[in-house]
T-cell receptor, first 112, second 115 residues
Framework: KNEVEQSPQNLTAQEGEFITINCSYSVGISALHWLQQHPGGGIVSLFMLSSGKKKHGRLIATINIQEKHSSLHITASHPRDSAVYICAVRPSLGGATNKLIFGTGTLLAVQP | DTGVSQNPRHKITKRGQNVTFRCDPISEHNRLYWYRQTLGQGPEFLTYFQNEAQLEKSRLLSDRFSAERPKGSFSTLEIQRTEQGDSAMYLC?????????????FGPGTRLTVL
């Protein structure tokens, strides 16, 4: 079982829809990242959070440390939001490395 | 552009050949990470440098893999005697040291195809 699980693995939405991607993890963490990856492209960091909620434009990320769960929401989705969204955690027992453990990603396709 | 850069962006090679990738981190970042991402999977940690010191290597990093960061700035990842299973996207990231709430900035990746 992966230490970081995402759902759904694939998501197709119509333009304008509200989208939610979920991430559950099984280790204690000091931070959680939401990342965006376009096909063939590099990874862009969307959020880094350790508690509560963050908002940037149409994107909202929440985290519940007790439940070991985070969600990424996209309001008023647009075709340019189509990408792979990856959840990654930094284990709190990871020592000085700060290496990240990644989920397998959620492939989002927003249709016009 | 002052972000993380990687070269080349794509590399096609024949099995058994050696390949070398380069990563240039954000200039003031003293930590540098290499990750590998195979198709349909999330990235996996390979190795990490703080300045010029390689402080941790994953078990994924076989003896055919070697990474260096000679002056604590750019880093190279070399794969000797490539195998088809080495085909993947190789990602580099950098961050500032210190504190638990660092943020890693990723490069565009080098996609390796071993024929």
């Amino acid at each position: 079982k992966n230490e970081v699980e995402q759902s759904p693995q694939n998501l197709t939405a119509q333009e304008g829809e509200f989208i939610t991607i979920n991430c559950s993890y099984s280790v204690g963490i000091s931070a959680l990242h939401w990342l965006q990856q376009h096909p063939g492209g590099g990874i862009v960091s969307l959020f880094m959070l350790s508690s509560g909620k963050k908002k940037h434009g149409r994107l909202i990320a929440t985290i519940n440390i007790q439940e070991k769960h985070s969600s990424l929401h996209i309001t008023a989705s647009h075709p340019r939001d189509s990408a792979v969204y990856i959840c990654a955690v930094r284990p709190s027992l990871g020592g000085a490395t700060n290496k990240l453990i990644f989920g397998t990603g959620t492939l989002l396709a927003v249709q016009p | 552009d002052t972000g993380v850069s990687q070269n080349p962006r794509h590399k096609i090679t024949k099995r058994g050949q050696n390949v070398t990738f380069r990563c240039d981190p954000i200039s003031e970042h003293n930590r540098l990470y290499w990750y590998r991402q195979t198709l349909g999977q999330g990235p996996e940690f390979l190795t990490y440098f703080q300045n010029e010191a390689q402080l941790e290597k994953s078990r994924l990093l076989s003896d055919r893999f070697s990474a260096e960061r000679p002056k604590g700035s750019f880093s190279t990842l070399e794969i000797q005697r490539t195998e088809q299973g080495d085909s993947a996207m190789y990602l580099c990231a950098s961050s500032l040291a210190g504190g638990p709430y660092f943020e890693q900035f990723f490069g565009p990746g080098t996609r390796l195809t071993v024929l």
